[in-house]
């Protein structure tokens, strides 16, 4: 942190992953990590999983389960729910 106040950081490479599966011709389940390797950078890792329900071709229902740690060993997990549509 700056004396003015404001972050500052280095440059950082950061690694992601992601993988989905249809499991029905209406549902999907995916997983994803985010910051592999927990490479030092002003967030932490990152990881969750969701299923997505087709309702038609356009609308669609959507729940993720996601948990984070920050730098300073502090969690923060939660679980979201929504609604869609694909244009």
Same mark, same amino acid.
């Given at each position: 942190? @700056? ?5 500052? #950081?280095?440059?950082?490479? %950061? ?6 599966? #249809? ?15 927990? #490479? ?10 969701? %299923? ?18 920050? @730098? ?13 549509? @694909?244009?």
């Amino acid at each position: 942190v @700056r004396k003015d106040g404001g972050a500052s #950081q280095d440059a950082y490479f %950061v690694s992601n992953a992601f993988a989905a599966y #249809q499991a029905t011709k209406n549902i999907s389940v995916h997983l994803n990590v985010n910051n592999i390797f927990n #490479q030092k950078y002003l967030t932490g890792l990152a990881y969750g999983a969701g %299923v997505t329900y087709d309702l038609s071709k356009t609308t669609y229902l959507n729940a993720d389960y996601t948990k984070y740690y920050d @730098r300073g060993d502090q969690k923060l997990e939660g679980l979201t729910v929504g609604v869609g549509y @694909r244009f």
